[in-house]
């Protein structure tokens, strides 16, 4: 027959009852946050605020001032706080840079709240039939290397763009090769700048997505920039924050166990 196990000797009664109550209540209230820590959801742009809030609070400049815009360790900006903004904000800059080198057709436009277009015309950066960057459009790939190499981008999108004019005398046997190969060229300059590769993408369009009435725009490259998003959940809780809080009914404890 086998041997029956033997049974575990009983524990013994603590001798602080209250202690116990207090262990008990303690690993319940543990239990409790350690559910609501694994259902909570991270929102981008509070976490944003927050780092934002802290640089300026800690910050020895005036004003939580960066100082990653000069020499020294690099602290969280403010102006990647609202993400709401950021295209505008970088729409407006790259107008700038145009206004700034003298460049004429170029312009940058927000689409929405989560990305913008850069559009340049062929004779910017290219040569009519050649692929190689236009020695001139260097200080313009400087200038877009540094705005896309901020932290509220999180995507380059390098469209290169024709017109149906059949291609000749080139080793590019069509528009579509030639197209790819030029915004090949933009993403190896924006590369060699600083530019993410994991952040860059690119797109040869061929003569598919001509511009109605203006064939000289037909030929140029466009940049489609992606930023982070703005979640709904953010645009909630400011709604909520200004109505007044609603307090829940408790009812009166009992006495006794």
């Known amino acids: 027959?086998?041997?029956r196990e033997k049974k575990p000797a009983p524990i013994d009664r603590p001798k602080d009852i209250g202690?116990?109550?207090f262990l008990e209540l303690m690993m319940q209230m543990l239990a409790f946050f350690i559910l609501l820590t694994s259902m909570a959801v991270i929102v981008e742009e509070k976490r944003l605020a927050a780092l934002g809030?802290?640089?300026g609070t800690f910050s020895p400049l005036p004003k939580g001032a960066n100082l990653s815009q000069g020499?020294?360790?690099a602290m969280p900006s403010r102006d990647i706080v609202d993400g709401s903004k950021a295209p505008k904000r970088t729409a407006k800059a790259l107008t700038d840079v145009a206004k700034d080198l003298g460049i004429h057709g170029m312009y940058a436009i927000a689409l929405d709240q989560d990305s913008v277009r850069v559009r340049f015309p062929e004779h910017i950066s290219f040569a009519p039939g050649h692929v190689d960057l236009l020695p001139s459009s260097?200080?313009?790939m400087d200038k877009l290397a540094v705005i896309f190499t901020r932290p509220e981008v999180i995507e380059v999108r390098i469209e290169g763009h024709t017109d149906d004019t059949p291609v000749r005398g080139s080793i590019y046997t069509s528009n579509w090769e030639l197209s790819a190969a030029r915004a090949m060229s933009v993403f190896h300059a924006l590369s060699?700048?600083?530019v993410a590769n994991g952040r860059m993408v690119v797109a040869g369009m061929g003569d598919k997505h001509p511009i109605p009435n203006h064939p000289e725009l037909s030929r140029r490259v466009e940049i489609i920039l992606k930023f982070r998003p703005v979640?709904?959940?953010?645009e909630q809780s400011k709604k909520m924050s200004l109505s007044p809080p609603h307090r829940a009914a408790v009812s009166e404890p009992k006495m006794g166990f």
């Open 1 to 3: 027959m086998a041997k």
């Open 19 to 21: 202690a116990a109550l």
């Open 53 to 55: 809030s802290l640089a």
């Open 71 to 73: 020499k020294g360790p």
């Open 138 to 140: 260097m200080k313009l």
């Open 192 to 194: 060699e700048r600083g």
């Open 231 to 234: 979640t709904e959940h953010s």
